[in-house]
């Protein structure tokens, strides 16, 4: 009989949890590594609920992200690989499939070392060694690319598809080695790049009641208002001046502060039932790398940073002091604010003077 507040859990040891792990790995490594490389296959996915009819891709975390198996135990081992495919996309942009090939060929190989001759620490030991010796190998034979060479691999990665690595190429080249390229769906049949001046943040929303595009797990907003603090919001009486404002006048406003769980709760019940625009972001980074880089936001957007360090009164806040994005994209880990044009000299001044400084 199951007790109040806990679920049964199906305990599996040594070769039989092994084995179902494994399978689990060796269920998505298949379906993923056929899109492997400039000639991969495509891979057709069916929407979740079937709704959406069905997706078309050769992008590896995509596949990847959509694979659910009954079996929990597998289902577990599923979990992990879409980890090791996140963490690689996130920090490198591509090479997911490679990632989930290569952690399945690391278990299976491992396999023949799990016995009672090996010490399985000093086994995992040694595969870490060996990954830091390879990587420091490549890091060494690396090279820079641009121009040409940014063209040809960015053709190779679009499946030899020259207009393509063209698009691709050049997005990269304007952005620079600082800059965030993203990819959304074109309005019309014609593939193209748009160059925008935009702030990449590494935290997400705080409640996924926030969220408004299902589809991509975001929220996404244009013409925002966006308060920027470094004071926990307690009570939503002391933004109440902004509040009025924002609702009356239909606005959309994004916090970039911390808010403790009863004002997160009001700003996402209000956007769910009353249809009010509102989303939260933590602030990014601790201590005087947060102090550095909220003012950096809050210069970028025209806003007013409101901050403990500085003695200022939230409560005594006004829709003047609040600073304006053109667009937001607010993921479940990471944000990214489209500032407006008119205040690109001031960020140039800036950054002149942390060149200056450094």
Known sequence: MEEFGYSPKELLFDEEGREKLINGITTIAKAVKSTLGPRGRTVLIESPNHTHGITVTKDGVTVAK??????PVENLAVKMMKEAADRTATSAGDGTTTAIVLTEAIVRQGQDLLNERHNVTEVIKNINSVSNGIIHSLERSSKKVSGKTLHNVAS?????????????????????????????????????????????????YTSNMFVNDFK????????????????????????????????QENKKLLIIGPCNQNVINTLAVNVVKN????????????????????????????????????????????????????????????????????????????????????
């Open 216 to 247: 991509n797990d975001e929220c996404i907003m244009d013409d925002v208002l966006v308060l920027v603090t470094d004071q926990e919001i307690s009570n939503i009486l002391s933004i109440e001046n902004v509040l009025k404002t924002v609702i």
């Open 275 to 358: 249809k009010l625009k509102f989303c939260n972001i933590s602030p990014p980074e601790f201590g005087y790398k947060m102090n550095e880089l909220m003012s950096d936001i809050a210069l970028s957007l025209g806003a007013k940073y409101f901050s403990e360090s500085t003695g200022d009164d939230l409560s005594l806040i006004s829709i003047e002091d609040l600073g304006r994005a053109d667009r937001i994209i607010i993921g479940r880990d990471t944000s990214s604010i489209i500032k407006p044009e008119s205040k690109q000299q001031d960020v140039d001044d800036r950054v002149k003077q942390l060149w200056v400084a450094h």
């Open 156 to 204: 190779i990665s679009a499946n030899n598809d020259n207009e393509i690595g063209k698009i691709i190429s050049s997005a990269y080249t304007k952005v620079g080695k600082n800059g965030i390229v993203t990819i959304e769906n074109s309005q019309t049949a014609e593939t193209y790049s748009e160059f925008t001046n935009g702030i990449k943040i590494a935290r997400g």
């Open 66 to 71: 959509s694979i659910f198996l009954l079996d």
